[in-house]
């Protein structure tokens, strides 16, 4: 007797074609060849070469930590038996949530690693509270980020614990959240090739192109938006913010959204930004790698639409939340 898929996989239909990454990325380029000229007369030379270098950046920064998560989501998805992670974490998933989410701890990536990671950890059987726990804790507590910020705050090494604090609280809080409101026809996981048929090395090789496939497309999706959002913001409106205490924070919460800097990189980002509060620039760090618009793209390929539109305002109310109670207490 076969037995069923783990909750949340979407099959689609059989004569039928889903609308994808990559036709998404199609779309766009032919936009972007359509409406070139258009475009070239909107937009300066400077101004076209800072959306060049931000898009470029974004991807160089992200593609690495990509593969990588892709690759090791395939290994989960070939070689770890099902099995393991009952071994692994708690029965319960009130407790297997907060384990998740301290895993993230030996995980040196970014957010973009993170997303197919856990999109591979529910089909594998893990309970999605936990597996979103570990996608929000991987990219902000590991050992490289946690160094990061300690390296680009010279003599406050607080903001580094506040940092991993405030992050592990809110991957929790949004893990126990899933178990008490979460719905599992809001996670569609897209169809992945039948691996059991074919060799591992075969197996192996099919998960790795067809996760690069699909979450990549949504990438570039994302680092466009985010080059465009850095070309858009005027830099004076967010020193009129900065005297602001409640604005400030809510202001560098937004920035973290629409810039889209990797984890590894945003702490530099932030200890620039001194006009602001450390507690500001803590949310700052806080919803970044869980909250951007290349991740929230790339959620939206992994996990289907009717999660990201739930998920990522969640997340982001907790981030805020978090990052400004851990900051008045820590910093």
Same mark, same amino acid.
């Given at each position: 007797?076969?037995?069923?898929?783990?909750?949340?996989?979407?099959?689609?239909?059989?004569?039928?074609?889903?609308?994808?990454?990559?036709?998404?990325?199609?779309?766009?380029?032919?936009?972007?060849?359509?409406?070139?000229?258009?475009?070239?007369?909107?937009?300066?030379?400077?101004?076209?070469?800072?959306?060049?270098?931000?898009?470029?950046?974004?991807?160089?920064?992200?593609?690495?930590?990509?593969?990588?998560?892709?690759?090791?989501?395939?290994?989960?998805?070939?070689?770890?038996?099902?099995?393991?992670?009952?071994?692994?974490?708690?029965?319960?998933?009130?407790?297997?949530?907060?384990?998740?989410?301290?895993?993230?701890?030996? @995980?040196?990536?970014?957010?973009?690693?993170?997303?197919?990671?856990?999109?591979?950890?529910?089909?594998?059987?893990?309970?999605?509270?936990?597996?979103?726990?570990?996608?929000?804790?991987?990219?902000?507590?590991?050992?490289?980020?946690?160094?990061?910020?300690?390296?680009?705050?010279?003599?406050?090494?607080?903001?580094?614990?506040?940092?991993?604090?405030?992050? @592990?609280?809110?991957?929790?809080?949004?893990?126990?959240?899933?178990?008490?409101?979460?719905?599992?026809?809001?996670?569609?996981?897209?169809?992945?090739?039948?691996?059991?048929?074919?060799?591992?090395?075969?197996?192996?090789?099919?998960?790795?192109?067809?996760?690069?496939?699909?979450?990549?497309?949504?990438?570039?999706?994302?680092?466009?938006?985010?080059?465009?959002?850095?070309?858009?913001?005027?830099?004076?409106?967010?020193?009129?913010?900065?005297?602001?205490?409640?604005?400030?924070?809510?202001?560098?919460?937004?920035?973290?959204?629409?810039?889209?800097?990797?984890?590894?990189?945003?702490?530099?980002?932030?200890?620039?930004?001194?006009?602001?509060?450390?507690?500001?620039?803590?949310?700052?760090?806080?919803?970044?790698?869980?909250?951007?618009?290349? @991740?929230?793209?790339?959620?939206?390929?992994?996990?289907?639409?009717?999660?990201?539109?739930?998920?990522?305002?969640?997340?982001?109310?907790?981030?805020?939340?978090?990052?400004?109670?851990?900051?008045?207490?820590?910093?």
């Amino acid at each position: 007797m076969k037995s069923s898929p783990p909750a949340g996989t979407e099959h689609p239909p059989e004569n039928g074609r889903r609308f994808g990454s990559v036709e998404v990325l199609a779309v766009l380029l032919v936009l972007l060849v359509v409406f070139r000229n258009p475009l070239a007369s909107l937009i300066s030379g400077a101004r076209l070469q800072t959306w060049t270098t931000v898009f470029v950046s974004v991807l160089v920064q992200a593609v690495p930590f990509l593969v990588f998560g892709v690759v090791l989501s395939a290994v989960i998805a070939v070689f770890v038996p099902r099995s393991f992670w009952a071994r692994a974490l708690p029965r319960h998933p009130a407790l297997a949530v907060p384990a998740a989410g301290l895993a993230g701890v030996v @995980l040196p990536g970014c957010e973009c690693g993170s997303v197919p990671i856990a999109g591979s950890l529910i089909r594998r059987g893990v309970t999605p509270a936990a597996a979103l726990a570990f996608l929000l804790a991987a990219p902000a507590i590991n050992p490289i980020v946690l160094t990061a910020t300690v390296v680009a705050f010279p003599g406050q090494p607080m903001m580094a614990v506040a940092r991993g604090v405030a992050s @592990l609280v809110v991957a929790v809080a949004m893990g126990w959240l899933w178990l008490r409101l979460g719905r599992t026809e809001w996670i569609k996981l897209p169809h992945r090739p039948d691996l059991d048929g074919m060799s591992r090395g075969n197996a192996f090789w099919a998960a790795v192109r067809h996760d690069l496939m699909h979450a990549g497309g949504f990438l570039v999706v994302g680092a466009a938006a985010a080059a465009t959002i850095n070309v858009v913001v005027p830099e004076r409106w967010l020193n009129s913010l900065a005297g602001n205490a409640a604005l400030s924070v809510l202001a560098l919460a937004i920035l973290a959204v629409l810039l889209s800097i990797c984890s590894e990189a945003d702490a530099f980002v932030a200890a620039s930004l001194s006009q602001f509060s450390l507690t500001s620039r803590l949310v700052f760090l806080v919803v970044g790698p869980m909250v951007d618009l290349k @991740l929230i793209s790339m959620q939206t390929g992994v996990f289907g639409r009717r999660f990201a539109v739930r998920f990522a305002p969640a997340t982001l109310v907790a981030a805020i939340v978090a990052g400004t109670g851990v900051g008045a207490v820590l910093l």
